[in-house]
């Protein structure tokens, strides 16, 4: 359907006819379009009800009404409601009769109309009109908004020369405002529910605002779409013109003899992937990419992703593997010479290294280091490496929360590439390095996937062999690798990745090792970085020791390798400024260099004391000494936690206050301590949580020590989990606790029975210089804690008559 934008009758015309209207009117239904009055229009009807209509209707007066549908697209209407409530009552000049189904017919608007009531009915729809004419508008808006109309129109005839000229001429000839609003309206490509406003609007005022409102509207659009088509027209012009372009330069570039630089790529690509001598996979994957890449052409993004794929294909180490040093006496000396102790995590390197040449095609293993902060876990990966004579390589998994980081992203993806893995085994330039996984308790997880779920089948030896990055699409084996992942704790690492891995625990250094790591590799290596000569300082052993006694509080090296670092400092700006020549840095020069004493030593702040008994503890950065004071309160009863503990201690101390209440009398405490006396507990250091069960002995041992008044002895320290019926269960990290008990100067501890076990992880030197007592009941933790020094029973045993008689 098309609308004629010329009107065939006159205001006088339409004013007479409307006089004349008829009441009622038979319905013609009409889709997508709006009928104005004035305007002839073309309509074509298909149901036979419409074409009876027509029959009707030319036999009578010839008028009908003319009526939108207000859904879109519709095809027919099966309620009145589907119609809008104006419509314009029109004349058919023309109609011409194709069959009893269909007809064409040219119909002359002449008045609007709103619609009183329906009548349906068969077989067509009739509705009792109500004629409504123009409120004439007259002033400056009315010429003002004549004037806009007639401008953007003048525009839109710029951008769309679609638009007959005459047309544009007659409308300037037009001073009838309400005739020119229904013109534009009815000429532009407005939503139907624009158009049906500006029918129903009686005022020509209102009719002019809308029409103004749908024109510049309209012209906004058109000179949108004329811009996105000089842009399309522009880019299919230059594409021509580099197409010609390129015709041209091949064709001088065939007369040269020069040869076209994206061939020589692809040529090069098809020589590499033949001498790799590619898995049968990965060769047919890469085949296919170099026939997508020969027919692209260089400057479209599908060429860069494509040669970026085979570059990656054709640059990893696939057959090309390192010699391994199969020398175990040579790979021990190399791993003694860079670290000082950690002899379970050496033992395990030679016990593979020693596999490995009796059996070549073996597995490599994958061990996991688990210890505190400082204590070389890293550093002994880069020993492995040089021991075995492999590529090192090392990525941390601290803070990664992305799978695509392991597994690389698809090359769906804009700047897609492979994961870390994949990454790290191309540095190598090796299929069999050693590569070190960092801080692997320290993945998290989101929205974008689980790291650690990927890193499942990394670290399963059985599946590895086939890993698949989803970049490159192909399985890579990784079964050749070393992986030497490290972790702080073990708590953080899901059940399924720790289970794929061999635990090694590097606890901490006693204080003699660390000495020994100082004088061998930290000053050296800081005297080194600093610029000093070996005359130029000197670091005695007992500095040393001041250093780690009063300034550093770790199970590592990191600090201490700090305050040497500070010392080195001072003393080469010393030397800088021509101040001193050499200096020899004793104890009490200590303080110019590091400040004030960091750390006081713990005996000093030990006290005999009732309620006061010292506890061990296990922390992330090694072990702990607590210091778990007790307090009554008369006029209450119950227990009162302070000291920022978790549900599990909080649960231990009412298990041992528990315990003391039901068997006080066979400690000798009487029933009105319980009932009259409120117990405090409070574990210093405040500001730090804690948690864990392993307190519980400690803790019902000071309330013990409360309510008989009988001090524990300040140089005895216990650890232990407690039960309602007075045993003692076996708790972790007794190497740690035992270190930091003997950093602290205690000289005997309490331990459960099961751990008797753990001894042999303590040094010689520290089992030498404490007494243990192995307890698996609560009485004879009690009767060790109120006895003196070597009153124990059965339970007390020194421990270096215990290690030599193990040994």
Same mark, same amino acid.
């Given at each position: #359907?098309q ?13 007479k ?6 009441? =009622?009117l038979?319905i ?10 004035r305007?002839?229009m073309p ?8 074409? %009876? ?6 036999a009578?007066?010839?008028m ?5 549908i ?8 099966s309620?009145?409601d589907?119609?809008? $409530?104006a ?7 023309k ?11 040219i /119909? ?14 068969k077989?067509?729809?009739k509705a009792?009109? @109500?004629?409504f004419y ?8 009315v ?12 525009q839109?005839? @710029? ?10 001429q007659?409308?300037?000839?037009v001073?009838?405002?309400?005739l ?10 407005s939503?139907i529910?624009?158009?049906?406003k ?9 009719r002019?605002?809308?029409?103004n ?8 659009i ?5 811009? !996105?088509?000089?842009?399309i ?14 015709? $041209?330069?091949? %064709? ?5 003899? @020069?040869?076209d ?16 001598n ?22 479209s993004?599908?060429? *860069? /992703? ?5 570059d ?17 006496e040579?790979?021990?000396?190399v ?9 379970k995590p050496?033992?395990? !390197?030679l016990?593979?290294l020693? =596999? ?9 293993p994958?061990?996991c280091l ?21 590529k090192?390589?090392?990525i ?23 994961g870390?893995?994949? $990454?790290g ?11 070190m ?8 997880s ?11 089948e990394?670290?399963?030896p ?9 970049y490159?699409?192909v ?9 030497? *992942? ?5 708590d953080?690492i ?5 289970d ?8 901490g250094y ?11 590799y930290? !000053? ?6 600093n ?5 130029q300082?000197?670091i ?9 006694n009063?300034?550093t509080?770790?199970a590592g090296?990191?600090n ?8 080195c400092r ?28 960091r ?9 005999? /004391?009732?309620?006061v008994?010292?506890?061990l503890?296990?922390?992330? %950065?090694g072990?702990d000494?607590l ?8 006029g209450?009863k ?9 549900d599990v201690?909080?649960?231990?101390a009412? %298990? ?13 405490i ?7 006396n ?11 949580p804690k948690?864990g069960?392993s307190?519980g002995?400690?803790m ?16 005895l320290?216990?650890?232990g ?20 008990a003997?950093?602290?100067k ?12 753990? #001894? ?11 007494v243990?007592?192995?307890?698996d009941? #609560?009485?004879?933790?009690?009767e ?20 030599k008689?193990?040994?």
């Amino acid at each position: #359907m098309q609308e004629s934008n010329y009107p065939h009758i006159s205001a006088a015309q339409e004013k007479k006819t409307q006089d004349n209207m008829p009441k =009622v009117l038979p319905i013609i239904p009409v889709v997508d379009m709006v009928m104005f009055p004035r305007m002839q229009m073309p309509i074509t009807v298909s149901q036979p009800d419409l074409v %009876a209509l027509l029959d009707e209707a030319m036999a009578a007066d010839r008028m009908v009404g003319v009526v939108a549908i207000k859904k879109k697209g519709a095809l027919g209407i099966s309620d009145p409601d589907e119609l809008y $409530q104006a419509g314009t009552a029109a004349a058919i000049v023309k109609m011409m009769k194709a069959s009893d189904s269909q007809a064409q017919m040219i /119909v002359q608007g002449i008045s609007r109309f709103q619609v009183a009531s329906w009548i349906t009915g068969k077989p067509y729809l009739k509705a009792r009109i @109500e004629p409504f004419y123009d409120i004439p508008a007259k002033g400056n808006e009315v010429e003002a908004l004549k004037g806009s109309l007639s401008r953007l129109f003048a525009q839109m005839l @710029e951008i769309a020369p679609f638009i007959p000229q005459e047309m544009a001429q007659w409308l300037r000839t037009v001073d009838d405002p309400g005739l020119l609003a229904d013109v534009m309206a009815s000429t532009m490509q407005s939503d139907i529910a624009q158009k049906q406003k500006v029918l129903e609007a009686a005022s020509v005022l209102e009719r002019l605002r809308l029409v103004n409102k749908m024109a510049a509207r309209q012209l906004e659009i058109m000179e949108l779409e004329h811009k !996105i088509h000089a842009q399309i027209k522009g880019d299919m012009d230059k594409t021509q013109r580099d197409f010609y372009l390129r015709q $041209q330069l091949k %064709a001088i570039q065939d007369e040269l003899g @020069e040869k076209d630089e994206s061939k020589v790529e692809v040529e090069e690509f098809a020589k590499k992937i033949e001498e790799l001598n590619l898995p049968e996979q990965a060769a047919r994957e890469a085949k296919r990419e170099l026939n997508r890449l020969a027919r692209m052409h260089p400057s479209s993004a599908e060429y *860069t /992703v494509a040669s970026t794929y085979l570059d990656w294909i054709t640059a990893l180490p696939w057959h090309t593997s390192t010699q391994d040093n199969l020398d175990i006496e040579k790979a021990k000396k190399v791993l003694d010479a860079d670290h000082y102790g950690l002899e379970k995590p050496k033992k395990r !390197i030679l016990e593979y290294l020693a =596999v490995k040449k009796l059996a070549p095609d073996s597995k490599g293993p994958i061990l996991c280091l688990v210890g505190p902060p400082g204590t070389g876990k890293t550093s002994l990966g880069r020993s492995v490496a040089r021991a075995l004579g492999r590529k090192f390589v090392r990525i941390s998994l601290g803070g990664v929360r992305d799978e695509a980081e392991i597994r690389g992203h698809r090359r769906t993806y804009v700047g897609a590439m492979p994961g870390r893995i994949i $990454q790290g085994i191309r540095r190598a330039g090796a299929n069999n390095p050693v590569f070190m996984l960092d801080e692997i308790d320290k993945v998290g997880s989101d929205f974008r996937g689980d790291p650690s779920s990927a890193l499942l089948e990394v670290l399963d030896p059985q599946q590895n062999d086939t890993f698949s990055d989803h970049y490159l699409d192909v399985a890579f084996d990784l079964s050749k690798v070393s992986f030497i *992942t490290t972790a702080n704790i073990l708590d953080t690492i899901p059940p399924a990745l720790l289970d794929r891995m061999e635990v090694i625990r590097l606890a901490g250094y006693t204080a003699q090792e660390k000495a020994h790591i100082a004088k061998k590799y930290l !000053i050296p290596r800081q005297r080194q970085e600093n610029g000093l000569k070996a005359s130029q300082i000197k670091i005695p052993q007992a500095t040393v020791a001041a250093i780690i006694n009063s300034y550093t509080r770790e199970a590592g090296l990191r600090n201490l390798e700090r305050e040497i670092a500070s010392v080195c400092r001072g003393v080469a700006r010393k030397v800088a400024e021509d101040a001193i020549k050499s200096a020899t840095v004793s104890p009490k020069d200590l303080h110019e260099y590091l400040g004030p004493v960091r750390f006081v030593a713990e005996q000093s702040q030990r006290a005999s /004391v009732p309620g006061v008994v010292t506890g061990l503890a296990w922390t992330q %950065a090694g072990g702990d000494i607590l210091h778990i004071e007790s307090a009554k309160i008369p006029g209450d009863k119950g227990l009162k936690l302070t000291g920022q503990l978790g549900d599990v201690m909080k649960e231990s101390a009412q %298990a041992a206050l528990s315990f003391l209440h039901s068997h006080h009398q066979d400690y000798g405490i009487a029933p009105e301590f319980f009932r009259d006396n409120q117990v405090h507990i409070h574990v210093p250091a405040g500001a730090i949580p804690k948690d864990g069960p392993s307190a519980g002995v400690t803790m019902l041992a000071a309330i013990a020590s409360l309510a008989t008044n009988r001090p524990v002895r300040p140089e005895l320290a216990m650890t232990g989990e407690i039960t309602l019926r007075g045993q003692v269960l076996p708790v972790g990290g007794i190497k740690e606790k035992v270190l930091a008990a003997h950093r602290a100067k205690i000289k005997e501890i309490i331990l459960p029975k099961v751990n008797e076990k753990d #001894m042999e992880d303590i040094p010689q030197t520290v089992r030498s210089q404490i007494v243990f007592h192995f307890a698996d009941k #609560m009485d004879e933790v009690l009767e060790i804690a109120f006895n003196k020094p070597g009153k124990a029973k059965t339970g007390a045993k020194k421990a270096g008559a215990k290690a030599k008689k193990a040994e």
